[in-house]
């Protein structure tokens, strides 16, 4: 009778088969550690209100990287979001001095709506790379918006209450944007694990040739797709509008880039078909406590930058690297 010896599993790869098969485990340890390390160089920051500011200023960079996160499951990216934010809230602050409230919304998500839709046709329809469309659509709405600017600059703006209610205000402990975005963040988790347009989002950038030969239509999958982000993105301005109360022609532009990067670093791969939100909300949370521990150091603007840069980049090589192990 011969016996076969079983090889014992090395410790380090259980560790990796560990993490690949719970994937969120190594993000939420990543932002534990950087609590920690701002709780060490300013003892007695972590506290309520900070936790309550922190989720103040995540909630409006995790709604823009939901986009990010679903154009990129079609291999596609978005970098029209910050434009449309700024464009929507620059609208409602500005017609909401003259017009009733329900008509100031309807016209700030008007450009969401033109610009996801043109968007969607020059990808979907005209086969525009992602990254050239919406960079276009991006300068355009921002020449738009100045020249609308100056048609409403003797009107002045006002921020509407109930939008600084929403961003600034805190009930129980609990941030009042979480009124808007847990059934969000609830819908888009819904939709892209348990609907037929996000499995297609998933097929699309898993293998577009196959989706096509099986039947979907491709352009109606990706109007829709750039319509939904750039209606979030949208919804993410008049937020943002109530949580900064400061209208200005560049108001989320600073949140795009921050936007993709916690997209990838909440595991939704670049080359599409691979990722969710509940990871990119996680890597809000990390850049957000990041910008403050950058912050509390008080490096400078270069430093910051790179440091940020070299951040992202270990984080993101090492969940693929994980991944790949898989």
């Known amino acids: 009778m011969s016996t076969t010896a079983i090889t014992p599993v090395p410790f380090g790869r259980r560790i990796k088969r560990f993490m690949a098969d719970r994937p969120l485990v190594p993000l939420i340890i990543l932002l ?23 989720i103040k200023f995540a909630i409006p960079l995790a709604i823009l990287a939901g986009c990010q996160t679903m154009t990129m499951l079609t291999g596609g990216i978005d970098l029209s979001v910050g434009t449309v934010a700024t464009m929507s809230a620059f609208i409602m602050a500005t017609q909401i001095v003259s017009q009733d409230p329900a008509v100031a919304f309807l016209l700030a998500m008007m450009p969401a709506v033109l610009i996801g839709l043109v968007n969607g046709i020059g990808v979907g329809v005209f086969r525009v790379h992602p990254l050239i469309m919406t960079l276009g659509t991006s300068l355009i709405g921002t020449g738009c918006l100045q020249v609308y600017q100056r048609t409403v600059i003797a ?47 998933y097929a699309v950038g898993d293998n577009e040739r196959a989706t096509r030969l099986s039947g979907v239509q491709y352009w109606q999958v990706i109007t829709a797709l750039y319509v939904t982000s750039s209606l979030l993105a949208g ?14 022609l560049s108001l989320a532009e600073p949140l795009v880039l921050p936007s993709v990067a916690a997209a990838v670093i909440g595991g ?32 400078p603007e270069g430093a910051r930058r790179i440091l940020f840069g070299l951040i992202v980049l270990f984080v993101t090589a090492a969940y693929l690297r994980i991944v790949e192990e898989r």
């Open 155 to 201: 009107s002045g703006a006002k921020i509407p209450d109930f939008l600084a209610w929403l961003g600034t205000g805190v009930t129980y402990g609990f941030p009042n944007a979480l009124l808007l975005f847990i059934p969000l963040a609830a819908l888009i988790v819904f939709t892209l694990a348990r609907t037929g347009f996000g499995r297609l989002l």
């Open 268 to 299: 939704t791969s670049i080359f599409g078909g691979r990722g969710g939100y509940t990871g990119t909300i996680i890597g809000a949370l990390i850049l957000t406590v990041l910008t403050t521990l950058l912050t509390i150091l008080q490096m």
């Open 32 to 54: 534990v550690i950087l609590v920690v390390i701002l709780q060490i160089l300013r003892p007695g920051i972590v506290n309520e209100r900070w936790i309550a500011n922190t």
């Open 235 to 248: 919804i993410t301005g008049l937020l943002y509008i109530g949580l900064i109360k400061a209208p200005s």
